[in-house]
Each structure stands twice: as structure tokens, then as C-alpha cells.
């Protein structure tokens, strides 16, 4: 009875073993962060659960990019995985005033790249002024 017992817990750790070496393949759940302009992307494109701090009426989002020491956000109305490492989303500002659509890229397990493609330039509220983002953004992993 021994050896049938050690005989399927071998059997049951080698069935685990394929997804334990894939990994987590949720490139897209996370809090990147670019420095230079202080502005993050808190998302979940899987299970779209993100709720905006102070802003709950929008209810659970695909996430949003927010902007440090500040309440304004763009909201991500929606978002596609593509593969792996590349996914395209839809965004409008706190206002729905403004609405641009983009890609997010995956370069490795720290380093993500926003892109604008279509749409209103993205900004953010800085020293009382609107401080336009380049199209093309690198944020890391904290």
C-alpha cells in the first residue's frame, strides 16, 4: 500500500511539472510604472477587476493609468490580449471628455512599452497645467 501511495504522489507532481515551468503567463496583471513622468498603469486585462481608488462608480475596469500625488486618471474602458506579450486598449480620460486607443507590449518580465495609436493626445495634470505624454512611453515593473 506504501509503494502505491509514493507510486501516485510521483505521478501527480510529474502531471504538475508543465505548468510549472510555463510560469504565470499573466503579462498582463500588474503595476508598471514610468519615473520621469510619475504616471503608472495599474491593470488586470484577465479578470478586469480594477476599481478606480476614489472613483468607484465606474465599477471594475481592465484597469487605468493614473498619475502620482494626484486623482486624475485615464480609464481603461477596454482591453484585448493579443498573445502573450501584446495587448491593445481603449482609453478616456476621467472626464469622457477625451479618448485614444493604444498597444501595450511586453519587452520582458520588467519592461512594458505604451504606445498611442489612435486618437486625443494623452495627458495628465502637472504644477497646474496639462503635461502631454510622448506617444510612445516606457514603464517598469515595481
Known amino acids: 500500500m506504501n509503494k ?3 507510486c501516485i504522489f510521483v505521478v ?31 491593470i488586470n486585462f484577465y479578470e478586469q477587476d480594477i476599481t478606480v481608488p476614489g472613483q468607484e462608480l465606474y465599477g471594475q475596469l481592465p484597469g487605468y493609468l493614473g498619475k502620482e500625488n494626484n486623482s ?7 482591453a484585448t490580449v493579443k498573445d502573450e506579450n501584446t495587448a ?17 507590449v511586453r519587452q520582458n518580465d520588467s519592461v512594458y512599452v505604451l504606445r498611442q495609436l489612435q486618437g486625443s493626445t494623452l495627458k495628465v495634470p502637472k504644477n497646474g497645467r496639462w503635461q502631454k505624454i510622448p506617444k510612445v512611453i516606457e514603464l517598469k515593473r515595481r
Request: hydrophobic residues 40%; charged residues 20%; aromatic residues 16%.
Open 88 to 104: 491593445e486598449l481603449s482609453l478616456t480620460n476621467d472626464y469622457g471628455s477625451e479618448d485614444l486607443t493604444a498597444s501595450l
Open 4 to 6: 502505491r501511495i509514493r
Open 72 to 78: 486624475f486618471c485615464w480609464v481603461i474602458t477596454s
Open 12 to 42: 501527480f507532481l510529474l502531471s504538475l511539472l508543465p505548468s510549472l515551468a510555463q510560469g504565470d503567463k499573466k503579462s498582463f496583471r500588474a503595476y508598471i510604472y514610468n519615473k520621469e513622468y510619475q504616471v503608472y498603469l495599474r
